[in-house]
């Protein structure tokens, strides 16, 4: 599971599968703390927030911004080809309270 937010945590935001062509190598070799950032479509963006929270933001060139209306921060590009760029963080695919014990000997 992917996820991210923007700055004042209002506007949370997941994506739910990233693909190997969607972030390459390099985005992951490099990336610090688990966060980069990928190429997506929209339809893999879920996100969660009141629907007046999220403003956009014209850009000369073709690009969307999309942005907070609380902290101002980018949430997230569009594109002129509908694709998207978002940061995220990887937060794993399995939660568990314990510890796996396939491993303790």
């Known amino acids: 599971m992917y996820r991210g ?32 950032r990928v190429n997506i479509t929209k339809e893999q963006l879920v996100i969660d927030c ?3 929270t999220l403003a956009t933001l014209h850009e000369s060139n073709g690009e969307t911004h999309h942005v907070c209306n609380l902290c101002g921060s980018i949430v997230y ?12 963080h990887y937060s794993g695919h399995d939660v568990l309270a314990e510890t796996h014990c396939q491993f303790i000997l």
């Open 77 to 88: 590009v569009e594109d002129s080809s509908q694709g998207i760029a978002v940061e995220v």
């Open 5 to 36: 937010s923007c700055s004042c945590q209002a506007i949370q935001y997941e994506v739910d599968h990233i693909g190997e062509l969607e972030a390459d190598n390099e985005t992951l070799s490099q990336a610090d703390a688990c966060a980069f």
């Open 50 to 52: 009141a629907p007046s």
